[in-house]
């Protein structure tokens, strides 16, 4: 039986589609060869009530681009919305700059973890399995913004009501939304990210603020009811729930609990810096991490979703890893067997400080066992099926046989008193990287991992310097260490962190990889770029993995589509980073081995993942 045949045999035989009895009895392939299919007839555009019963949230999008006179015609009715004396406070800004968009999905899907981390466990696991990628595969965006910069007592009805202008807006958009519905195109409104963060991606001015990013495009669904309310997020009011007479009863109970937890102190508002656009978009000229790469655009995005609703089971039914498969298939299409781990190896001078448990002799044990296949991620790798390519990064002594060498050849400090490599070494080790992961991606997953005693306090300096993380927070346990080696890991990132300027280092992610960073670092880091450059997936592994991951992200947004985040380890921080990389890992086992093990065994599952998709029974 050749390859080809099982798939073969699953396109044959097409089993009849399970139609929903409630929901949206629509499938992909309808929605694909109708896209207007929603739409309104002129006569019912004409019936105000119909079109306000059925104005919904959309999050799901045809990659399909809207024509430039309904774009039109959703911005006129914006225009047209009352405003408080005629002030007309809108600004609407069309963003397509894949790059803006990339960006601002970013965003969204960090402060969607974040967000979750503040709720309960099961109310935090429904945030999670909302389908909220209509950022990406929306064909363009549009930013409502509020000029306030005329002064309300100017403004006849807001020197009474100050933020009378905002409703305005809100006003304008409901207009657009009943619009866009009318018209049979979707539009969902998205706030999951951190107004400031917008506004100075998009360059505005003091005084003008953003309400939020709509997504406008062809919808991929078709609610009868709303989305919320099908997923049991909440659910419709009564109406007389929220009708009262004269004034407010002095016996009203006060809303239901939604399961929010109790805000962390310094969560809430606003910083009072103004952020400027440099301090988001961080790709400095002569960053060896720049790249020309784009995320997938809407129309991969969502043919790989339409190949996972062609399934013989529920939509979303893997969870997590339904996720992952969609990114993954986006990215690089569903025939994906096999992969590489990349374990990167190097020694540090931090060590001299006492934040190990472990002599540095053993980095180089643990290498030449992974040499000799027996280590276990050389031998979770193998077993999972995939290749194993191991980089000497700086290990003490001489070259390991067996090794590819990418080792430094300038001076290297202990992060308190110098910093870690010089900039040279640092973009010669990424370029180095980079060539190794452009290499591989057409081998299939590329895995990450690493070996080194005493990098998980380099990875908590850095974690530190990129998240804005306090230094007594990031000190895990690391491999063995007690207490007092976690105080002595503290007291070594708070004085590394001192010495340089982290503000800078968060503006030049590669600068940060040189003062606080290692040799491994600067090779992961590399390897990330070069192979989503090349359209390869990358499986992160624990802690150090993913702080290199986050400074390729940081310098080009694009880079966190070609991420799955494998698994989140046991220290401390971990989660923290990958909620910066907006990333929601595969596996929680609470993993502290290092060397990739928790990456093979998510890219495992995620190779099964395929063969399901690709081998399973498929509908009509």
């Known amino acids: 039986m050749t390859s080809d045949e099982p798939q073969r045999a699953v396109d044959e035989h097409l089993w009849a589609r399970p139609i929903p009895t409630i929901g949206d009895s629509s499938s992909a392939a309808q929605r694909a060869g109708d896209r207007a299919g929603w739409a309104f007839d002129a006569a019912t555009r004409e019936a105000l009530a119909t079109v306000l019963a059925a104005r919904r949230d959309i999050r799901r999008y045809r990659p399909d681009a809207v024509a430039a006179g309904l774009v039109d015609e959703v911005l006129a009715a914006g225009h047209a919305a009352p405003s408080v004396g005629q002030s007309q406070p809108w600004r609407f800004i069309v ?10 999905a970013v965003m969204s899907d960090r402060e969607r973890l974040r967000q979750a981390a503040q709720l309960s466990p099961q109310r935090a696991r429904q945030l999670l399995d909302l389908q909220l990628e209509g950022i990406r595969e929306a064909p363009l965006g549009i930013v409502v913004a509020c000029d306030r910069r005329t002064p309300a007592q ?8 100050h933020d009378a202008d ?7 958009i409901e ?22 963060e917008l506004a100075g991606l998009l360059g505005l001015p003091a005084g003008v603020e953003t309400l939020g990013w ?89 043919h790989a979703r339409d190949r996972a609703d062609l399934m013989l089971t529920a939509p979303g039914s893997l969870g ?45 044990e643990v290498m030449a066992a992974s040499v000799e296949g027996v280590a276990l991620g050389a031998l979770t790798a193998r077993t999972a099926g995939l290749d194993v390519v191991l980089v000497d990064a700086g290990i003490e002594g001489p070259p390991l046989a067996g090794t590819h060498p990418m080792r430094p050849r300038g001076p290297r400090g202990d992060l308190v008193a110098a910093s870690a490599m010089t900039i040279e070494d640092t973009t010669r080790l990424v370029d180095s990287g980079r060539a190794l992961g452009a290499s591989l991606a057409a ?8 070996i080194g005693v005493g990098n998980t306090t380099v990875a908590a300096a850095l974690a530190c310097a990129l998240c804005e993380i306090a230094p007594e927070l990031a000190a895990g346990l690391g491999a063995g260490a007690d207490s007092a080696m976690m105080h002595r890991k503290a007291t070594v990132v708070a004085a590394a962190l001192g010495r340089v300027d982290c503000a800078a280092l968060r503006r030049d992610p590669v600068l940060a990889l040189a003062e606080l960073g290692g040799p491994e670092f600067a090779v992961l880091a590399g390897v990330v770029v070069g192979a989503a450059q090349a359209g390869a997936m990358v499986v992160l592994d624990g802690l150090a993995t993913s702080v290199a991951a986050l400074a390729a992200v940081e310098v080009n947004p694009a880079v966190q589509s070609h991420l799955v985040a494998g698994q989140v380890s046991r220290e401390g921080i971990h989660p923290q980073v990958l909620t910066e990389l907006g990333l929601e890992p595969v596996l929680d086992l609470r993993l502290r081995a290092g060397e990739g093990v928790g990456a093979c065994l998510a890219a495992q599952i995620l190779l099964t993942g395929l063969q399901l998709r690709r081998n399973g029974a498929h509908t009509r």
Do not use: K, Y
């Open 166 to 172: 905002m409703w305005s807006c809100a006003c304008a």
């Open 175 to 196: 207009n657009m939304w009943l619009t866009a519905r009318g018209a049979g195109l979707g539009m969902g409104w998205v706030t999951l990210m951190r107004p400031w």
């Open 214 to 302: 709509l997504c406008l495009g062809w919808p991929d669904e078709r609610p009868p009811f709303p989305g919320l309310e099908r997923r049991g997020w909440s659910r419709r009011l009564p109406l007389r729930d929220v009708v009262m007479t004269d004034r407010w009863p002095h016996d009203a109970p006060p809303p239901p609990a939604s399961g929010l937890a109790t805000t962390r102190a310094g969560d809430e508002g606003e910083p009072a810096a103004t952020v400027s656009p440099g301090d988001l978009v961080r790709s400095p000229s002569d960053s060896r991490l720049r790249s020309d790469l784009v995320a997938p655009g809407p129309r991969r995005v969502v």
């Open 320 to 364: 997590v890893l339904d996720q992952a498969l969609d990114r993954l298939v986006a990215v690089c299409g569903e025939q994906v067997a096999t992969g590489t781990l990349v374990i990167a190896a190097a020694d540090h001078p931090v060590v001299g400080r006492g934040v190990s448990a472990f002599d540095p002799a053993v980095t180089r």
């Open 95 to 104: 963003v397509r700059d894949p790059r803006i968009r990339e960006r601002v």
């Open 443 to 450: 081998h299939g997953l590329v895995c990450l991992g690493e």
């Open 154 to 161: 100017g403004i006849l009805g807001r020197n009474t009501f």
